[in-house]
């Protein structure tokens, strides 16, 4: 029975390591922002976004590590990713039109509070 009790301990431990090296290098300070919505056609002032915001490694905008909800003021914070170039971005669809917006953080622009503005990017011709 102890064997058995070791190997379980064994596998349980190789999971968890396995499973902390997704976040590995993270550093453990916050990344602020605040989410704007602007209209297409620019006649509106930039209201607060209320959604969704994803952040991940490197530019890749098709996945995350991490996502918030930024609340009715836009407001937003994600743990820093430290010194590893990163992207902060949303991205959805409303109405047939695909609204767009990121920000690209790197070493020298990691610790600022930032201003994401998401924008109309292209008009969807089917519905």
């Known amino acids: 029975m102890d064997i058995l009790k070791r190997h379980v301990f064994i596998v349980m431990l190789m999971i968890m390591l ?8 993270i550093e453990d300070h916050q990344i602020y922002g605040y989410a704007y919505l ?8 930039q209201k607060p ?8 490694r490197g ?6 590590l991490f996502q918030t909800k930024t609340d009715s003021l836009g407001k937003f914070s994600f743990q820093s990713m430290g ?14 039109t695909e609204y767009v917006g990121q920000i690209r ?3 020298s622009n ?7 503005v ?10």
């Open 83 to 96: 010194k590893q170039a990163a992207v902060i971005y949303s991205r959805f669809i409303k109405n047939g």
């Open 38 to 45: 602007k209209d297409s056609l620019d006649i509106q002032p």
């Open 59 to 64: 530019s890749d905008t098709t996945n995350y």
């Open 110 to 116: 990691n610790s600022l509070t930032h201003k994401l």
């Open 105 to 107: 953080l790197d070493e």
């Open 118 to 127: 998401i924008t109309p990017y292209t008009i969807m011709a089917f519905q």
């Open 18 to 25: 396995s499973a902390c090296n997704r976040y590995k290098g």
């Open 49 to 56: 976004f209320n959604g969704i915001i994803y952040l991940n």
